[in-house]
């Protein structure tokens, strides 16, 4: 998929720095470079350098770039007007310092040339709250700049790797964002190309690090993004391709799993970067990596059974069926309690196992209580990266969207709106990138364009817009509508462009009625549900309900559900 210069921008602004240095805001941390007009004497050597920040006093700051220079040079050969765009490089950048210029600098000498894969854009969501918008105004700039021909988890610093964990748990994200299956099609060619011959799927793909891998929710990238794609476009073909890949890393799980079942001892990342602290009473939020491990087994079988049987691959769907049912009971010995607690009473151990059906039926609703428990207690999210894709998701699932959604508006560390309040314009590797009073974290590993994080951004299209994909009619030709309220927000609103045309939920509450609006695009049908509905108290377009959606209607003590073809619908409704 080419990667191409999509947008320019120009700089916000033009400052000297404390310590006396020429520097331009961009107001976006980006990919790519900027063009430069100049004039000066013949052999002058113009040196333009790119950071993500400044540091607390104001100064250009590099370290959290570790051995990349980010620097371009150029000698000009006196013409009365120079310019220069670098080749065969980019960056990432928001602040941009030019040095060696014999004449004032303006602003206007500065352009900034934003790349990325040439991705058609197909989602938008926005709601009443300004800074939840910047939020997703993050999320797509993180996705922009990071890809790049492959989904890299960085752009700035001597890194740039396509990591496959931060690309399987954005992977949904992505795919409300924009047209991504071009760029996953090529990319999973990529991992099944770098698959080792034993089924390990490496870190990194392209595998520049040399066969290094097998890490639970990393490798797992080789069956979720497959299904994420398929669920998006509804196209067997991405399940029939990759179907040899999907398989060899499962029978790889197996390998190392042996007859119980129990994926334990080998190296993982686990929940990656999850909250820290240092109170003496609280180590942090350390989720034991075997329960991870052996969750994604589990959880990545059982998707390997249902894409075999959607490709007529009966005998392998059986196969797996059963030994992802082997491994849930597994699980449940070695991880569970009697009452529900997992031996890792962390958000991300309770997330997977509910979000992964890891649970005996008559304890779902203890281990969903514990979770509750554990973000009331602590006020806030300690989930890193196999944890926070499933948190908000999991509390909704379970009846806890109050804490979803304080969750979501949260502004202190750590939380997705605390970047925001420190002006970020993209998603930060670390919750603490840059701390209140202006420092920041390690150098070693601090990028502040990292969309991993990012992930929070399904929740919003599913849960707060409520616009979700069914699985039995992927492709969105049946749609499931469901707006969730809460949060303090009085509008919410996402579109997305499908492959049959505009999808669009968006609602908004006046007092106590309810406003929801829907498209629903040629060919397709959709499922509304409207919580907190009455359907005698319910109309549509203006007008009372029609004999055909009465048809479908159900009526529970939470609400309504209707059955709607293609077209525009706008539901009202008071809410009891």
């Not at 391709?241 to 398989?247: D, E």
């Not at 087994?297 to 059986?318: E, N, P, Q, V």
């Not at 919750?431 to 919003?460: R, T």
């Amino acid at each position: 998929m080419v990667v191409k210069a999509i947008q320019e921008i120009k700089p916000l602004k033009m400052v000297t720095t404390p310590s006396g240095e020429t520097v331009f805001d961009m107001g976006q941390n980006m990919v790519g470079w900027v063009r430069l007009k100049v004039q000066g004497k013949k052999g002058d050597q113009i040196t333009i350098k790119y950071a993500e920040v400044l540091d607390k006093a104001g100064n250009f700051y590099t370290d959290n770039l570790r051995s990349a220079k980010c620097t371009d040079h150029f000698i000009l050969n006196g013409s009365a007007e120079e310019v220069f765009e670098p080749h065969f490089t980019f960056h990432g950048f928001r602040f941009v310092k030019i040095e060696g210029n014999s004449t004032p600098a303006s602003i206007d000498q500065v352009t900034g040339i934003v790349i990325h894969s040439d991705m058609t854009p197909t989602g938008s969501f926005t709601c009443s709250d300004p800074m939840i918008n910047q939020l997703q105004h993050n999320i797509q700039w993180g996705q922009k700049g990071n890809f790049v021909d492959v989904p890299t988890d960085c752009p700035q610093r001597d890194e740039r790797l396509g990591w496959t964990g931060d690309a399987e748990v954005f992977s949904m994200t992505a795919a409300f964002n924009f047209n991504v299956a071009p760029f996953y099609t090529k990319w999973l060619g990529d991992v099944a190309a770098d698959q080792l011959p034993n089924g390990l799927v490496p870190h990194v793909i392209p595998d520049v690090l040399n066969g290094g891998g097998g890490s639970t929710a990393w490798a797992d990238v080789s069956i979720i993004v497959p299904w994420t794609t398929y669920l998006t476009y509804g196209d067997k073909r991405i399940l029939e391709v990759q179907y040899p890949s999907m398989k060899a890393w499962v029978e790889y799980m197996k390998s190392r799993a042996g007859e119980d079942n129990l994926w334990t001892g080998d190296y993982h990342f686990g929940d990656w970067l999850a909250f820290a602290t240092t109170n003496s009473d609280y180590p942090g939020a350390t989720t034991e990596k075997d329960l991870i491990a052996t969750a994604y087994y589990s959880y990545s079988s059982g998707l390997l059974a249902k894409i075999a049987g959607i490709i007529g691959k009966t005998d392998d769907a059986k196969t797996y069926t059963q030994l992802s049912k082997n491994i849930k009971i597994a699980f449940q010995h070695e991880f569970v309690t009697p009452a529900g607690r997992l031996v890792s009473n962390t958000q991300t151990a309770y997330s997977l196992a509910l979000a992964f059906d890891l649970l005996p039926e008559d304890l779902i609703p203890k281990a969903a209580d514990y979770l509750a428990a554990d973000v009331k207690k602590m006020g806030h999210l300690t989930t890193g990266f196999v944890g926070t894709p499933l948190l908000c998701k999991t509390l909704s699932a379970h009846g806890y969207d109050s804490l979803a959604f304080m969750l979501l508006n949260r502004k202190d560390y750590p939380s997705w709106l605390y970047p925001v309040t420190q002006g970020a314009t993209t998603i930060w590797e670390r919750w603490d990138g840059q701390k209140p009073d202006g420092s920041f974290q390690d150098v070693g590993m601090n990028s502040f364009n990292h969309y991993a994080y990012g992930a929070i951004g399904e929740w919003l299209y599913r849960y707060v817009a409520g616009m979700d994909i069914d699985p039995e009619a992927p492709g969105y030709k049946h749609i499931l509508l469901a707006p969730h309220f809460g949060g303090g927000l009085n509008t919410a609103n996402a579109e997305f462009t499908s492959l049959y045309g505009k999808v669009k939920s968006a609602w908004k509450i006046e007092g106590n009625e309810v406003i929801y609006e829907v498209t629903v695009p040629a060919n397709t049908t959709a499922t509304v549900t409207l919580p907190s509905a009455k359907a005698d108290q319910l109309t549509v377009n203006a007008q009372v309900l029609t004999a055909s959606m009465k048809e479908g209607l159900k009526q529970t003590d939470k609400g309504v559900s209707v059955n709607v073809g293609s077209g525009n619908y706008q539901f009202r409704y008071k809410m009891k």
